[in-house]
């Protein structure tokens, strides 16, 4: 079940949604690499939490190794991982140094395409919503990271069930 606080766009730097009302998913959990991999254990795998706990911590790992060698890490279904650069600015391209990049982001592309579990269409038409968490109305979520924008609302499809 994933539930949705109501919130009202206070920024009236956004007249064409400030007042309106949208939705926010309260995330009621954050499952670390050991409960996920407790979690795919629990699937009825062959191996236990440990083991998989193992291999999860070298695919992680590996990752990196494999970013940092300037590859783009694809997992089919899922997305592409990749670095992007923070820089400023030169004047010129003979003036622009290592010395402008100011940091090394990770970045990450969500697969859309048809083999995916996680395309915006496969999400919204498997989520079961409803609008609030029993107990949360007016309680603001600390793991809410979304910057509140309306084009984070999502669609209308999908099975919606409200709460009184």
């Known amino acids: 079940m994933i539930y949705i606080k109501k919130y009202q766009n206070s920024n009236s730097k956004m007249p064409n949604a400030y007042g309106k009302w949208y939705g926010r998913i309260i995330h009621t959990e954050t499952v670390d690499l050991e409960g996920l991999c407790e979690h795919i254990a ?4 062959i191996f236990t939490a440990d083991v998989v706990a193992g291999t999860v911590k070298k695919f992680v790992q590996c990752i990196q190794e494999l970013l940092l060698e300037g590859k783009k890490v694809k997992l089919d279904g899922i997305g592409t ?3 992007a650069l923070q820089t ?3 004047e010129c391209l003979e003036e622009f140094s290592i010395g402008n990049v100011k940091g ?3 970045r990450f592309l969500a697969d859309q395409g048809g083999k995916s579990r996680y395309t915006t269409s496969v999400l919204t038409r498997q989520a079961k919503l409803t609008s609030t968490l029993p107990g949360a109305e007016g309680k603001e979520n600390d793991d809410d990271d979304d910057s509140g924008s309306p084009q984070q609302g999502g669609g209308t499809s999908g099975s919606v069930e409200e709460q009184p």
Do not use: E, I, K, Q
């Open 104 to 106: 090394v982001r990770l």
């Open 81 to 83: 991982f990749y670095l």
């Open 42 to 45: 629990s699937h009825g795998t």
């Open 88 to 90: 400023t600015g030169a």
